[in-house]
């Protein structure tokens, strides 16, 4: 098959995201299967009625509405992975398609997002909380919507180690989403070491999570990290948490999964679905809630079993079939 992956314009900062990582693992997986992918330019001109799949990636912005628009005048083969993160609840977001604050509303985002649904023969949910999440939010027909899970980072072997009592955690620290504070004080109030990892902003940005810490011995910033300290740490830590408010998949802790960590994760969106109850699911908001699944995956573990089960159903070939196999079903849905 010949396929046009297409991005939303990448930031002036130019930092490398997980949508971007996710293109790229994708493209780089299909093409292994013998499939052609061309990553869109937009100072390139196209035949548009030579792919057999046109896939567009992200929600930002309401160009995508204009652009698929355009784009169906050449080929209908449009699929469409939004990547919700949104905390907003479905039933909120729903109103906000309906009633506008003003008589300007039928150009505000969510109403002309709902209008986006409508348009691919695909969208791509990366779980089934977020397929329902869109059906609900945005009235998205159910029977368009396909469940392409994200897959793991590493396909690599490693020498296996004896691992070592402490908690790591890897993102943009600063983020709220993120949760890092609480990850602290569930810390600093049940005595586990936790070693904290990823870019930490500015002195304003990380002040909150400086305070939160104070004098702990038991926690230690790192800040930004290399790939070669990523994998050791990864190999090294009993558990990885990933308490966050708001979170799409989280392949840090897939990953982590895939290096013999046991895993915190979230009760909040769809990454829990990703662990096949091998994961300790904890209440984000709730200290104690952290606080107990950390210290209890100390002394237990779901291991080997999840990093058995994890390389199986998201390696990098599995979901390159997977992705590969829901083209196809786009494709003969036309001939049909």
């Not at 159910?142 to 980072?153: A, D, N, Q, R, T």
């Not at 699911?281 to 291991?303: C, E, F, N, R, W």
Request: some cysteine.
């Amino acid at each position: 098959m010949k396929i046009a992956y297409i991005f939303c314009p990448i930031p002036v900062h130019g930092h490398r995201n997980g949508i971007i990582s996710q293109c790229l693992t994708w493209a780089e997986g299909l093409r292994k299967l013998g499939n052609k992918v061309d990553l869109i330019s937009c100072w390139e001109d196209y035949d548009w009625s030579s792919y057999d799949i046109i896939h567009l990636f992200g929600s930002t912005g309401t160009w995508f509405y204009a652009l698929m628009k355009g784009l169906l005048d050449y080929n209908r083969n449009i699929v469409w992975s939004p990547i919700c993160d949104d905390t907003t609840p479905a039933k909120k977001q729903r109103i906000k398609t309906l009633v506008g604050s003003n008589r300007l509303h039928v150009f505000s985002l969510p109403f002309i997002r709902s209008k986006t649904y409508q348009l691919p023969i695909k969208v791509f949910a990366r779980s089934e909380y977020e397929k329902n999440y869109l059906i609900k939010a945005y009235s998205a027909k159910e029977e368009s919507f396909e469940i392409v899970p994200l897959g793991l980072s590493y396909s690599d072997s490693y020498d296996k180690v004896t691992k070592e009592n402490f908690c790591f955690h890897l993102s943009t620290l600063y983020q709220p989403r993120k949760n890092v504070v609480r990850l602290i004080q569930a810390a600093k109030k049940y005595n586990f070491k936790l070693v904290l990892a990823g870019t930490k902003g500015t002195d304003k940005e990380f002040a909150p999570l400086k305070e939160a810490i104070g004098n702990a011995a038991n926690i230690k910033v790192l800040g930004r990290i290399s790939e070669e300290k990523k994998k050791e740490l990864y190999i090294r830590a009993k558990v990885f948490a990933l308490p966050s408010v708001s979170e799409g998949v989280g392949i840090v802790a897939l990953d982590a999964a895939h290096f013999g960590c046991d895993i915190v994760m979230t009760d909040f969106g769809g990454p829990k679905e990703y662990y096949n109850g091998m994961a300790e699911i904890v209440d984000p908001y709730d200290i104690d809630s952290i606080g107990h699944a950390v210290v209890k995956l100390m002394s237990s573990t779901h291991q080997p079993q999840l990093k058995e089960y994890v390389d199986r159903e998201y390696c990098f070939d599995s979901i390159a079939e997977k992705l590969e196999d829901a083209y196809k079903s786009v494709v003969e849905q036309k001939l049909l």
